[in-house]
């Protein structure tokens, strides 16, 4: 069997550290591996409009950001193909067909989605088309025959429903569809980067993120800003590293070359824990090692998409190439889905056939 990835993100805003330790960095990785056949990156432009659906434009301008962040961190259209789920109207039919296997209680008992309901202050206003997300995702996995699918921890339970949705494919019309494996972060750290303010989860729609391509002195404000351990008051007193934002991010950035280049006073981050929980060592101290971290690890890929702004036609010329290989994988899958559901009729030679010498030998 072909080992396929399939992954990609919502074009609501330009992409954030919290996407690149969480998904990003690792799909650079992987496609460089040379241990995956095929490699689909997907715009999910579509999505993005079931809760944008009155602000086309902000989701149209964000297209081009989200394939500006891809290229600028080291996608590379000769190895990954990067398209926009729009334009591949094959997702929207098997998602269609897709339904019928799902019941609304599944969907209402999607950690995931209840979340996000939650987040946007949903209740019962949920657009159909948000609430019906897993099911949509489970197309856009299924259509390119996807083994492998990385993200970060809180989309378990969509890759989760979308195994139910191939198990139950395969068994009410024959083994068709491929079922996926998550791939999450290594680093533990990565999961899921909390935002600079503390709370859980680093989100465009909360203004907690820090973007990869802001400029070195919104970092290191953002930076020097961050929410840390609230009882450490002075520098004497002993600190929290656990949940504590400003070592998570060093638990996803710091590796023992940097404290050697920026802070030689100690040999690796364990060190630097260690002062923290003792007492000596002030929150500035740690931010301004955190914000040289942070300012080395985004200043190649801010480089790389000035590059890639000055020529926005090559971009756009980018992805409808990636659509174009898309939509022929996507029509290849969905040409067996609907012969597996018997509803391939002018396909079928075999039921044209039976049915003319049925009525045939009638008379």
């Known amino acids: 069997m072909a080992k396929i990835i399939l992954t990609g993100d919502r074009p609501t805003g330009k992409l954030h550290v919290g996407h ?10 992987l496609q460089n591996s040379g241990n995956f056949d ?7 432009d579509a999505q993005a409009l079931t809760d944008n659906a009155e602000n086309p434009e902000k989701v149209r301008q964000n297209v081009i950001e989200v394939a500006l962040d891809y290229l600028a961190c080291g996608l590379d259209p000769a190895k990954s193909n990067l398209f926009i789920q729009s334009q591949i109207p094959e997702l929207t039919e098997l998602t269609f067909y897709y339904m019928d296997l799902v019941t609304v209680s599944r969907l209402q008992r999607n950690p995931t989605v209840k979340s996000e309901i939650q987040m946007r202050n949903f209740e019962t206003s949920i657009p159909v088309g948000f609430f019906t997300y897993p099911i949509s995702q489970a197309a856009d996995i299924t259509a390119f025959k996807a083994t492998t699918v990385p993200v970060g921890e809180d989309q378990e339970p969509m890759l989760e429903q979308c195994k139910e949705i191939v198990r139950k494919f395969n068994s009410v019309y024959g083994d068709t569809l491929t079922e996926p494996e998550i791939l999450l972060p290594d680093n533990q750290a990565c999961l899921r980067l909390p935002g600079i303010d503390g709370k859980a989860k680093m989100s465009k729609s909360l203004g907690n993120c820090i973007y990869l391509s802001e400029d070195p002195d919104s970092i290191k404000k953002k930076v020097m800003s961050m929410f840390t351990d609230p009882n450490h008051l002075r ?5 929290k590293v656990e949940d504590n934002p400003v070592f ?10 940097y404290f050697a280049e920026f802070l030689p006073d100690y040999q690796n981050l364990d060190e630097l824990k260690d002062h923290y929980r003792r007492g000596g060592l002030g929150d500035v101290k740690v931010k301004k090692f955190l914000n040289n971290v942070i300012q080395a690890e985004l200043e ?8 890639y702004q000055k020529d926005i036609p090559y971009i756009y010329e980018i992805l409808k190439k990636g659509s174009e290989t898309a939509e022929a994988a996507a029509a290849q899958t969905l040409s067996e889905v609907k012969s597996a559901m018997k509803i391939n009729y002018f396909e079928d030679k075999e039921l044209i056939a039976m049915q003319s ?3 045939h030998d009638a008379e």
Do not use: H, W
Request: aromatic share 12%; hydrophobic share 40%.
């Open 357 to 359: 010498a049925k009525y």
């Open 300 to 307: 190649p890929i801010r480089k790389r998409r000035q590059e």
């Open 20 to 29: 690149y330790v969480g998904s990003l960095k690792r799909r650079v990785e």
């Open 235 to 239: 520098v004497e007193d002993p600190g």
């Open 38 to 44: 095929k490699i689909f990156i997907m715009i999910a």
């Open 248 to 257: 998570v991010y060093l638990d996803a950035f710091a590796t023992d070359a």
